[in-house]
């Protein structure tokens, strides 16, 4: 097996070659910086012991392809799906896709639509701590999602992509593009699914770019298995009057870093910013987030939610900052933890960078336990201890996807959150 | 066959609320407590329930011979029979009555044997029709922001899809308008049956003019002072309960 240092077999590259160069050039990167450290405050609490990939090696292409094809299964009702397994095409299905849409690999992409892609393609600058791992994806990236919807078009039905590893210690790189043109609406849910319950490393980057007027709910259900190491580096940009609405459910992951970044840059914008993180065990699920303020009268809204078992650990490291000329702006800060054990730990550091003084902001975290009231009147009822502790994790996480509007979409994401808990 | 509580001790803190309470409820019978405000009444409801916050420092409660205070957990409690409906019942935010209802029958299921959803529904929609509960209070949290009687309505629906051979009513009448007390009677009524008993705890009168007790009990500083039939409760109406303390401190 090849180490993440060596370079892919040249056969599975499909990348042109300026994109190849410019990969040769993120290992260089990746191999310069430094690793991150304890005293840095951008991994300040994080666990850096986990920041070690030696053991992670480049992934096969992957065994049971019918398998997870047939297990890539989500809503009943999509309008195309992509299915990637250890960074290669398995799959690509779009029965119900307007004119125009382009729904393809990034890989196909970087040839077909160089110039949207060398517009897009990471071209934010890696803010929250882990420009290392930024250079590892780039330099290793393949497959991938790329989604372009045309300016006044609409998809109505949700676009799904799945995105595999498979094998013990494998790599992946999943990358998620998703360009929404001026007054385009579309909803994606895009599953990180494990084949099997064993270590491996996922280093994910997702770009979502929202233009005038368009209006984007992106879902992320981060399943991977318990034992996978795993970044997801997301940025999201937001113009003038649009609305991105996403939500990411880290139901996996043995170490999770996540960095969530979303920048208002034009009037009447609108961000919503949701988690969900159920953690049990020796699980650490570690996000960075910062709501960067560019344009007047911005809305950002982000809402938390951990629940903390056995010995978990979160993170939670969030900045709101409005630049000089973001009059008007609001912008919320919020993260719950609930607390299931005394040994769980929690860590929340919520922050506030304001440079203009007509803002409405505010900014909490809460810890609270499961409520002793609850537990006996559901216990008064027969319902076991540890059951009705789970129903209870399940409705907090209920409270949070009330707020998608999409019903369907709601009632499968509230399935998909009883599963995971084991309600049946 | 019966509910049977035997000089029945309990604290708050360091604080005796049940002093030594003694009452049997034969298996088909309906009986009803009345006493004064703070004379322990809930304290005893609770008791039986399992609540945290009480110390049982003596007496025992059996239900048909089983006694309650050997088993482990509350939830055991329930699923051995017993059904508590407070008068101050708790909030759930996020937890549906659907499946709330739904994980408590589960929970009376052997191990690997699921709940027949369907099933459940059509079982849970007669019910809720009869107490005229509307049938979008399913997906609502429960008891999250209902009104009072809301509440005692819900209550009754969960007692009459859990089916207890015991259960003990805490004020299900109280913050109910005339309408839906009758619509619980009713409910209660339903389920009078040879294989089940009652306790009904009340202020008034008037609800056992619907629910007919076989039994009426008066409590008076954590113990039963007396005990009659129905027309103990009118005179209780009546004359209130200054007359029954001095009557049993003479006989004390
Ligand atoms: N959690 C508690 N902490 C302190 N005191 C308590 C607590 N629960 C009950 N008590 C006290 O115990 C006594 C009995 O209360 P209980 O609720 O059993 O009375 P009750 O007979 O049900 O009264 P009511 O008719 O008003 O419902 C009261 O003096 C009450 O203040
Ligand atoms: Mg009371």
Not at chain 1, 167 to 179: D, K, Q
Not at chain 2, 129 to 158: H, P
Not at chain 2, 200 to 218: A, E, F, G, K, N
Request: net charge negative; aromatic share 8%.
């Amino acid at each position: 097996m090849s180490t993440l240092m060596e370079k892919p077999a040249a056969a599975r590259s499909a990348w042109p070659a300026w994109f190849q160069a410019e990969q040769r050039a993120a290992l260089a990167e990746y191999e310069a910086l430094p690793a991150p450290a304890r005293k840095d405050e951008s991994w300040r609490f994080a666990n850096i012991k986990a920041l070690d990939l030696s053991a992670f090696a480049e992934a096969t292409p992957v065994a049971s392809e019918t398998r997870l094809i047939q297990a890539s299964a989500g809503l009943a009702e999509t309008s195309a799906k992509l299915v990637l397994g250890n960074n290669a095409l398995l799959l690509r299905e779009a029965p119900a896709l307007p004119k125009g849409v382009i729904f393809e690999t990034l890989e196909a992409a970087a040839s077909n639509h160089a110039d949207l892609f060398k517009k897009y393609f990471m071209a934010q600058p890696v803010e929250l701590g882990s420009r290392k791992f930024a250079a590892l994806h780039k330099a290793r990236t393949s497959g991938g999602a790329f989604l372009y919807i045309p300016a006044n078009t609409s998809v109505t039905l949700p676009i799904e992509i799945f995105q595999w590893v498979e094998g013990a210690n494998a790599s992946v790189f999943p990358h998620t593009l998703i360009i929404c043109g001026e007054n385009s609406s579309a909803t994606v849910v895009d599953y990180f699914k494990s084949a099997d319950r064993l270590p491996a490393l996922a280093c994910g980057v997702n770009d979502l770019h929202l233009a005038r007027g368009a209006r984007l709910t992106y879902i992320a259900v981060q399943d991977w298995s318990h034992e996978t190491t795993a970044f997801h580096l997301n940025s999201t940009i937001v113009e003038r009057d649009a609305t991105c609405t996403a939500l990411i459910a880290n139901f996996g992951g043995g170490f999770v870093r996540g960095e969530n970044l979303s920048r208002l840059v034009g009037e009447g914008a609108r961000s919503e910013m949701f988690s969900i993180n159920p953690v049990e065990g020796t699980r650490e699920i570690d996000q960075r987030t910062l709501q960067d303020h560019v344009a007047p009268h911005a809305t950002s809204d982000l809402l938390y939610l951990n629940a903390l078992d056995g010995k978990s650990r979160t993170i939670f490291a969030g900045l709101i900052k409005v630049e000089p000329g973001a009059k008007g702006t609001d912008a919320y800060q919020k993260v719950k933890n609930l607390i299931l054990s005394d040994d769980a730990d929690p860590n929340s550091m919520p922050g506030l960078e304001i440079l203009n003084d007509e803002v409405r902001c505010s900014h909490g975290a809460t810890n609270g336990p499961v409520s002793a009231e609850e537990l006996f009147y559901m216990a008064a009822r027969g319902i076991p201890k540890d059951k009705a502790r789970r129903l209870v994790v399940n409705g907090f996480f209920n409270s949070l996807l009330a707020r998608l509007e999409n019903a369907p979409l709601r009632t499968h994401l509230e399935s998909l959150v009883a599963a995971r808990l084991s309600i049946a | 066959m019966s509910l049977k509580i035997e000089n029945l001790t309990a604290n708050i803190g360091d604080r005796q609320i049940l002093k030594g309470l003694n009452l049997e409820i034969p298996k088909g019978q309906v009986h009803a407590i009345m006493g004064k405000n703070g004379s322990g009444k809930s304290t005893l409801a609770k008791v039986m329930a399992g609540h945290p916050d009480y110390e049982v420092t003596g007496g025992s409660v059996t239900l048909d011979g089983l006694d309650l205070f050997s088993m482990g957990e509350p939830d055991e409690r329930s699923r051995a029979g017993l059904f508590v409906a407070f008068q101050y019942p708790m909030e759930i935010p996020g937890v549906t009555i659907a499946n709330f209802i739904r994980a408590a029958l589960q929970a009376r299921l052997p191990e690997g044997e699921e709940l027949d959803a369907v099933e459940y529904y059509e079982e849970l929609y007669k019910k809720m029709d009869a107490l005229k509960i509307d049938r979008k209070f399913t997906s609502r949290a429960v008891n999250e922001g209902f009104s009072g009687g809301e509440k005692k309505r819900c209550e009754i629906l969960q007692m009459a899809m859990l089916n207890p051979v015991y259960a003990v009513l805490d004020e299900t009448d109280s913050g109910l308008d005339i309408d839906a007390l009758k619509i619980v009677s009713d409910g209660v009524n339903a389920m009078r049956s040879p294989e089940r008993g009652f306790l009904v705890i009340t202020h008034y009168q008037r609800l056992l003019d619907y629910i007919v007790p076989d039994v009426v009990h008066v409590m008076v500083d954590g113990r039963i002072v007396m005990s009659g039939d129905k027309t103990l409760a009118h005179k209780l109406e009546a004359e209130g309960y200054d007359w029954v303390e001095k009557e049993t401190l003479a006989t004390a």
